[in-house]
DNA sequence: TATTGTTATACTCTATAACTATA
DNA sequence: TATAGTTATAGAGTATAACAATA
């Protein structure tokens, strides 16, 4: 099975990471989606927020890798529905401190443990071995970017 | 680094799998949209019927697990740009029958090549063996449903 | 001038329903 | 009624440029 020219499509490697995440995303995302109406930008902010404590907008971009443009939308959307709240910094009044509700705290809750039952499906289904190994994979491909 | 509860992000495998899919797609995209101007699907489309020759719109779709919005629109748009002919059957005149035009072919050849150089890269980094594992690993994750 | 964050815009991708034409 | 394919539409994701406010 090793790769050889010419190339066929279902063992080319990025379509099968392509499939394989939408696979595995989908049940994930229609949990988010249908229980707390996020987005998956939405959602990783929350994640952030929720896993390392209050922080500003730009380290959510640092540390996720996600682009200004989508924290920005994300963070007024989570605002408006009341899962965060901002607070603007008087010793730089370009930053805000974003901070989980109540209502945020309950939503990371959930959706944490919604991610470790669904992390604990695959691992019983693929065993831990092979997910650790597929991590290690994975990691080194990406190049992180922020987009 | 097995996987326990909490989560964390930077290890749950349906993140990881978006990112990788994205950064390994991300550089083959990027040839195929700029030398041939070709969106997702439109690739896909080429790329069946320049492996496994002629078919109708319904093959593609059931092996590619592609729906027929997607490659009705794919195949419209590449043939107003003279990648493929339309050729309706007269046994059946809902069956036209997709050929890749002499520029279709030249497309799907050029391609493939980038995709072998592309995948030997993969393999000169990773290891044979690890991306068969992989490969493995991804395919029994996807369920086959035809979006 | 550089940084933080917002807004506007456009393109890509996905999903579904409603439709035509043919069988 | 079922099948092949089209069209319309909406939502989601991505990417970039231009901008305002602050430092």
């Given at each position: 099975?090793?790769?050889?020219?010419?190339?066929?499509?279902?063992?080319?490697?990025?379509?099968?990471?392509?499939?394989?995440?939408?696979?595995?995303?989908?049940?994930?995302?229609?949990?988010?989606?249908?229980?707390?109406?996020?987005?998956?930008?939405?959602?990783?902010?929350?994640f952030h927020l929720g896993t390392y404590g209050d922080?500003?907008?730009?380290?959510?971009?640092?540390?996720?890798?996600?682009?200004?443009?989508?924290?920005?939308?994300?963070?007024?959307?989570?605002?408006?529905?009341?899962?965060?709240?901002?607070?603007?910094?008087?010793?730089?009044?370009?930053?805000?401190?974003?901070?989980?509700?109540?209502?945020?705290?309950?939503?990371f809750e959930d959706l944490q443990s919604a991610a470790?039952?669904?992390?604990?499906?695959?691992?019983?289904?693929?065993?831990?071995?092979?997910?650790?190994?597929?991590?290690?994979?994975?990691?080194?491909?990406?190049?992180?970017?922020?987009?």
């Amino acid at each position: 099975m090793t790769q050889k020219t010419p190339v066929d499509l279902p063992d080319f490697i990025p379509y099968l990471l392509n499939l394989a995440a939408e696979e595995t995303s989908l049940e994930f995302k229609e949990y988010y989606k249908s229980k707390f109406g996020l987005l998956r930008t939405e959602w990783r902010v929350i994640f952030h927020l929720g896993t390392y404590g209050d922080m500003l907008a730009k380290d959510i971009c640092s540390r996720g890798n996600l682009h200004k443009t989508k924290v920005s939308r994300a963070v007024s959307a989570l605002e408006k529905r009341r899962f965060l709240t901002r607070t603007q910094l008087l010793s730089d009044r370009r930053h805000e401190v974003l901070h989980l509700t109540r209502q945020g705290v309950c939503a990371f809750e959930d959706l944490q443990s919604a991610a470790g039952i669904y992390s604990r499906k695959l691992a019983d289904k693929f065993g831990d071995e092979e997910l650790d190994m597929l991590r290690v994979l994975l990691k080194s491909m990406i190049r992180m970017k922020g987009g």
